[in-house]
């Protein structure tokens, strides 16, 4: 299979226009999912694939699938894409770097004539940031059947307002129903950190998902004023909290590099300046690309904490909040997009996500894969976030020619 590059001018193009829609005033972008932004930038990418020819159908979750045509209508789609949707005051490269390559790989294979034997869908996932209705991943995790339809039709925002009734007022809450077969999915990201441009690397073959497992930890003494009682028949909860904290970064570092250990909220209902905290809560966050590795973090974890408690006096307890497993990607695809890199000139690595995305989800129902192209100094989620033009249409070219392995392999 001869190697095809992207045409970089459209794609970046295509990349201004979409850019100047919920653009902000320091180069970033606010649009939040089914938001009027999101609802001009669905229209936009409509358009382009209307005069394509490429035929667009919506689900009922609103997630946008713009079909080019295989020569086998029997076969699956291979599926292509990411989201539209933003962060608040966000980067204009988070979801659209995925998108619009997945445009572009479809307007390349028309420019030279390619047949496929699969269909090629792009898809644009409804909500993927979870920023104004919660939870994210929501209309992949759908397709995936791993949320249900009605739950997520009726998530709402902080003023009530739900994914369905937004759906309706923009147009899209589509007739098609969630979920069905798919060859393969690939999905174009930015890395959101520096391990490419450390290495001075464009391309990322993302091995996998990390798991992501989260707890909330309750720690129970007893309160007291902080006057009459002497210092030592304190059972200061707070105190105990601070000890966990230390552990937990210690055990964290312990496991580098690929442990995270983060207990990143507390509460102390007491909160205030004259009574010893009889009460704490706080969550527990762990994150590893092995699954097997965070439940050895978590006993780990929960032994040290109950250690600690033992010798504060305090009762310690934990509750699980949520458990996403470690995923890993598929292998095949994983080799086909080192290959391509190789082939087209592009320094690779393989490195695991250490956020969630949509392949995340799709990883359960289909062969997939990711492509992380950098983006400078990790910063993302932030009016800040830049890739460049070069490394956008690098990852294209492999996105490009991952999609034509996955047509001719599955
Ligand atoms: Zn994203």
Redesign the pocket.
């Known amino acids: 299979m001869e190697s095809i590059k992207v045409n970089r001018h459209r794609l970046r193009e295509t990349f201004d226009q979409i850019s100047a829609i919920g653009a902000t005033k320091r180069g970033g972008v606010h649009r939040l999912a089914l938001s009027d932004a999101d609802w001009e930038a669905r229209d936009l990418l409509k358009t382009w694939c209307d005069e394509s020819g490429y035929t667009l159908r919506v689900d009922r979750m609103g997630s946008m699938f713009a079909r080019r045509a295989g020569t086998d209508a029997g076969l699956a789609p291979v599926v292509i894409g ?2 539209l949707d933003s962060q608040p005051m966000a980067g204009r490269f ?2 659209p770097a995925g998108v619009l390559t997945a445009l572009e790989v479809l307007r390349t294979l028309d420019d030279h004539d390619v047949a496929t034997r699969h269909p090629i869908d792009l898809v644009n996932w409804t909500n ?1 940031e979870g920023a104004r209705f919660s939870p994210p991943l929501m209309a992949s995790g759908v397709y995936a059947g791993i949320k249900e339809l009605d739950f997520a039709l009726g998530c709402t925002d902080v003023s009530g307002v739900s994914v369905s009734t937004e759906l309706k007022r923009i147009g899209y809450a589509g007739a098609e129903p969630v979920g069905g077969p798919v060859a393969a999915y690939i999905e174009l ?1 930015i890395e959101q950190g520096t391990v490419l441009q450390d290495a001075g690397a464009t391309i990322g073959a993302v091995s996998g998902v990390v798991g992501i497992r989260d707890t909330m930890v309750e720690i129970v003494g007893e309160d007291t004023h902080a006057g009459p009682l002497p210092m030592e028949r304190r059972r200061d909860a707070l105190v105990a909290a601070a000890e966990m904290i230390l552990a937990a970064r210690k055990i964290g570092l312990a496991h580098k590099p690929d442990a995270r250990v983060t207990i990143g909220r507390l509460s102390v209902p007491s909160n205030s300046h004259s009574v010893v905290p009889g009460r704490v809560e706080m969550t527990l966050d762990i994150r590893h690309p092995e699954q097997a590795a965070i439940d050895l973090l978590q006993v780990e974890l929960e032994a040290n904490f109950r250690l600690i408690a033992g010798r504060s006096d305090v009762e310690v307890t934990f509750r699980p909040l949520w458990n996403y497993k470690a995923v890993a990607f598929d292998e095949a695809l994983r080799s086909a997009i080192a290959d391509a890199s190789q082939t087209l000139g592009y320094k690779q690595l393989s490195l695991p996500s250490r956020a969630g ?1 949509d392949a995340w989800n799709m990883a359960r129902i289909a062969p997939s894969a990711m492509i992380f192209i950098p983006c400078r100094d990790g910063i993302s989620h932030n009016e800040a976030e830049f890739a460049s033009d070069e490394d956008i249409a690098a990852g294209a070219d492999v996105l490009l020619a991952a999609t034509r392995f996955a047509d001719a392999k599955y």
């Open positions: 990411s989201h988070d979801g993927e990201h995305h």
